[in-house]
Protein backbone atom coordinates (compact mmCIF):
# COMPACT_ATOMS: atom_id res chain seq x y z
CA UNK A 1 0.00 0.00 0.00
CA UNK A 2 1.63 3.41 -0.86
CA UNK A 3 0.00 6.30 0.77
CA UNK A 4 0.58 9.97 0.00
CA UNK A 5 0.30 12.66 2.58
CA UNK A 6 -0.59 16.07 1.17
CA UNK A 7 -0.56 19.49 3.14
CA UNK A 8 0.36 22.46 2.15
CA UNK A 9 3.81 23.60 2.37
CA UNK A 10 4.73 20.02 2.38
CA UNK A 11 7.39 20.91 5.51
CA UNK A 12 5.49 19.76 8.42
CA UNK A 13 1.85 17.69 9.06
CA UNK A 14 2.44 16.07 5.74
CA UNK A 15 6.03 15.08 6.01
CA UNK A 16 5.59 13.87 9.69
CA UNK A 17 2.64 11.79 8.79
CA UNK A 18 5.24 10.25 5.64
CA UNK A 19 7.81 9.74 7.90
CA UNK A 20 5.69 7.97 10.51
CA UNK A 21 4.48 5.58 8.05
CA UNK A 22 7.79 4.76 7.28
CA UNK A 23 8.81 4.14 11.16
CA UNK A 24 5.49 1.90 10.99
CA UNK A 25 6.37 0.04 8.34
CA UNK A 26 9.50 -0.80 9.22
CA UNK A 27 8.31 -1.31 13.36
CA UNK A 28 5.87 -4.16 11.95
CA UNK A 29 7.66 -5.83 8.85
CA UNK A 30 5.44 -4.28 5.97
CA UNK A 31 8.04 -3.49 3.12
CA UNK A 32 4.99 -3.20 0.85
CA UNK A 33 3.72 -0.13 3.01
CA UNK A 34 5.52 3.08 1.47
CA UNK A 35 4.88 6.66 2.01
CA UNK A 36 5.43 10.06 0.20
CA UNK A 37 4.11 13.74 0.66
CA UNK A 38 3.88 16.87 -0.79
CA UNK A 39 2.13 20.52 -0.81
CA UNK A 40 -0.21 22.24 -2.86
CA UNK A 41 2.14 25.13 -2.31
CA UNK A 42 5.03 23.36 -1.22
CA UNK A 43 8.24 25.20 -0.15
CA UNK A 44 10.05 22.75 -3.14
CA UNK A 45 13.52 22.04 -2.00
CA UNK A 46 13.03 23.30 1.62
CA UNK A 47 13.90 21.05 4.51
CA UNK A 48 10.95 19.95 7.06
CA UNK A 49 10.64 22.90 9.26
CA UNK A 50 13.28 22.49 12.43
CA UNK A 51 10.15 21.61 15.08
CA UNK A 52 8.89 19.30 12.54
CA UNK A 53 11.86 18.12 12.20
CA UNK A 54 12.25 17.42 16.09
CA UNK A 55 8.65 15.82 16.19
CA UNK A 56 9.34 13.26 14.17
CA UNK A 57 12.50 12.54 15.83
CA UNK A 58 10.64 12.71 19.00
CA UNK A 59 8.19 10.11 17.83
CA UNK A 60 10.72 7.46 16.62
CA UNK A 61 11.11 8.62 12.82
CA UNK A 62 14.05 9.70 10.29
CA UNK A 63 13.70 13.13 8.88
CA UNK A 64 16.80 12.18 6.44
CA UNK A 65 17.13 13.24 3.15
CA UNK A 66 13.60 15.15 2.92
CA UNK A 67 13.17 18.16 0.92
CA UNK A 68 9.92 19.34 0.20
CA UNK A 69 7.76 18.53 -3.06
CA UNK A 70 4.77 20.40 -5.02
CA UNK A 71 1.84 18.16 -5.39
CA UNK A 72 1.81 16.79 -8.99
CA UNK A 73 -0.94 14.42 -10.71
CA UNK A 74 1.64 11.54 -11.02
CA UNK A 75 1.79 11.52 -7.38
CA UNK A 76 -1.55 11.00 -7.33
CA UNK A 77 -1.80 8.39 -9.49
CA UNK A 78 0.96 5.90 -8.15
CA UNK A 79 -0.87 6.57 -4.38
CA UNK A 80 -3.50 3.65 -3.59
CA UNK A 81 -4.51 6.14 -0.56
CA UNK A 82 -4.17 9.79 -0.21
CA UNK A 83 -4.81 11.25 3.37
CA UNK A 84 -4.91 15.01 3.10
CA UNK A 85 -4.72 17.38 6.68
CA UNK A 86 -7.68 19.44 5.51
CA UNK A 87 -11.23 19.12 3.93
CA UNK A 88 -10.39 22.07 1.72
CA UNK A 89 -6.96 19.63 0.31
CA UNK A 90 -8.66 16.85 -0.33
CA UNK A 91 -11.30 18.32 -2.33
CA UNK A 92 -8.33 19.86 -4.17
CA UNK A 93 -6.73 16.76 -4.49
CA UNK A 94 -10.32 15.34 -6.00
CA UNK A 95 -9.86 17.44 -8.65
CA UNK A 96 -6.75 16.29 -9.97
CA UNK A 97 -7.89 12.93 -11.39
CA UNK A 98 -10.83 11.10 -12.31
CA UNK A 99 -11.14 8.22 -9.96
CA UNK A 100 -9.07 9.55 -7.30
CA UNK A 101 -12.06 10.92 -4.83
CA UNK A 102 -12.75 7.24 -3.58
CA UNK A 103 -9.08 6.83 -2.46
CA UNK A 104 -8.84 10.66 -1.30
CA UNK A 105 -9.76 11.20 2.42
CA UNK A 106 -8.67 13.50 5.00
CA UNK A 107 -6.97 11.73 8.01
CA UNK A 108 -8.83 12.29 10.65
CA UNK A 109 -11.82 11.27 8.57
CA UNK A 110 -10.38 8.08 7.41
CA UNK A 111 -9.39 7.00 10.81
CA UNK A 112 -12.73 8.01 11.80
CA UNK A 113 -14.63 5.99 9.68
CA UNK A 114 -12.30 2.60 9.82
CA UNK A 115 -12.86 3.20 13.77
CA UNK A 116 -16.34 3.02 13.78
CA UNK A 117 -16.84 0.06 11.06
CA UNK A 118 -13.96 -1.56 11.28
CA UNK A 119 -12.80 -1.10 7.74
CA UNK A 120 -9.89 -3.37 6.37
CA UNK A 121 -9.74 -1.71 3.00
CA UNK A 122 -9.65 1.51 0.98
CA UNK A 123 -12.82 0.16 -1.01
CA UNK A 124 -14.45 -0.34 1.88
CA UNK A 125 -13.40 3.14 3.67
CA UNK A 126 -14.78 4.55 0.44
CA UNK A 127 -18.15 2.81 0.44
CA UNK A 128 -18.61 3.51 4.19
CA UNK A 129 -18.25 6.98 3.94
CA UNK A 130 -21.85 8.51 2.83
CA UNK A 131 -23.23 6.32 5.35
CA UNK A 132 -21.12 8.45 8.09
CA UNK A 133 -21.58 11.89 6.99
CA UNK A 134 -19.77 14.11 9.85
CA UNK A 135 -21.07 17.11 10.41
CA UNK A 136 -17.92 19.07 12.35
CA UNK A 137 -14.64 19.66 10.66
CA UNK A 138 -12.12 17.15 9.99
CA UNK A 139 -8.83 19.32 9.83
CA UNK A 140 -5.59 19.37 11.32
CA UNK A 141 -4.07 22.91 11.54
CA UNK A 142 -0.67 24.06 10.78
CA UNK A 143 1.13 24.88 13.34
CA UNK A 144 3.91 26.92 11.06
CA UNK A 145 4.87 29.85 13.66
CA UNK A 146 3.52 28.50 16.60
CA UNK A 147 5.02 26.97 19.32
CA UNK A 148 7.35 23.86 19.82
CA UNK A 149 4.52 22.65 22.45
CA UNK A 150 2.32 23.15 19.04
CA UNK A 151 4.28 21.01 16.83
CA UNK A 152 4.05 17.83 19.89
CA UNK A 153 0.53 18.02 19.90
CA UNK A 154 -0.08 18.19 15.99
CA UNK A 155 2.71 15.50 15.89
CA UNK A 156 0.85 13.24 18.63
CA UNK A 157 -3.00 13.74 17.32
CA UNK A 158 -1.46 12.91 13.90
CA UNK A 159 0.29 9.73 15.26
CA UNK A 160 -2.83 9.13 17.09
CA UNK A 161 -4.57 8.94 14.27
CA UNK A 162 -2.58 7.85 11.52
CA UNK A 163 -0.75 4.27 13.64
CA UNK A 164 -4.38 2.61 13.85
CA UNK A 165 -5.21 3.42 10.15
CA UNK A 166 -2.23 1.95 8.97
CA UNK A 167 -2.58 -1.01 11.28
CA UNK A 168 -5.97 -1.92 10.02
CA UNK A 169 -5.69 -1.14 6.02
CA UNK A 170 -1.51 -2.14 5.58
CA UNK A 171 -1.96 -5.54 6.29
CA UNK A 172 -4.87 -6.10 4.00
CA UNK A 173 -3.51 -3.35 1.06
CA UNK A 174 -0.05 -4.59 0.59
CA UNK A 175 1.38 -4.07 -3.24
CA UNK A 176 4.80 -4.20 -4.16
CA UNK A 177 6.46 -0.81 -4.17
CA UNK A 178 10.48 -0.42 -4.21
CA UNK A 179 12.00 2.53 -3.48
CA UNK A 180 13.52 2.42 -7.22
CA UNK A 181 9.54 3.29 -7.80
CA UNK A 182 9.55 5.83 -5.61
CA UNK A 183 13.09 7.60 -5.70
CA UNK A 184 13.44 9.98 -2.91
CA UNK A 185 12.23 8.11 -0.04
CA UNK A 186 13.90 6.70 3.07
CA UNK A 187 12.82 3.90 5.21
CA UNK A 188 13.31 4.60 8.57
CA UNK A 189 16.07 2.74 10.35
CA UNK A 190 15.69 -0.61 11.81
CA UNK A 191 16.03 0.56 15.40
CA UNK A 192 13.71 3.09 15.39
CA UNK A 193 10.69 2.04 17.56
CA UNK A 194 8.11 4.29 18.13
CA UNK A 195 4.72 2.58 17.52
CA UNK A 196 4.46 -0.38 19.79
CA UNK A 197 4.98 2.14 23.30
CA UNK A 198 2.76 5.21 21.46
CA UNK A 199 0.08 2.63 20.71
CA UNK A 200 0.11 1.18 24.40
CA UNK A 201 0.24 4.74 26.08
CA UNK A 202 -3.21 5.06 23.74
CA UNK A 203 -4.63 1.90 25.20
CA UNK A 204 -3.86 2.93 28.64
CA UNK A 205 -5.35 6.60 28.43
Given at each position: ?????????????S??????????????????L???????????????E??????????????????????????????????????????????????????????????????????????????????L?????????????????????????????????????????????????????????????????????????
Amino acid sequence: MHVLFVCNSNVCRSVIAERLTWAFAADNGLPGLTAESAGTRALVGFPAEPLAAETIAGLGGDIGGFKARKLRPEMVDRADLVLTMTESLREQVAELAFGVAARTFTLAEAHRIAKVTGARSIDTLHRARNDLAYVARENIADPIGLSAQAFIEVGDRIAELLFPLLAALAPHEQRAHTRDEAPGLVIAPDHARPLAAFLAAQRGR
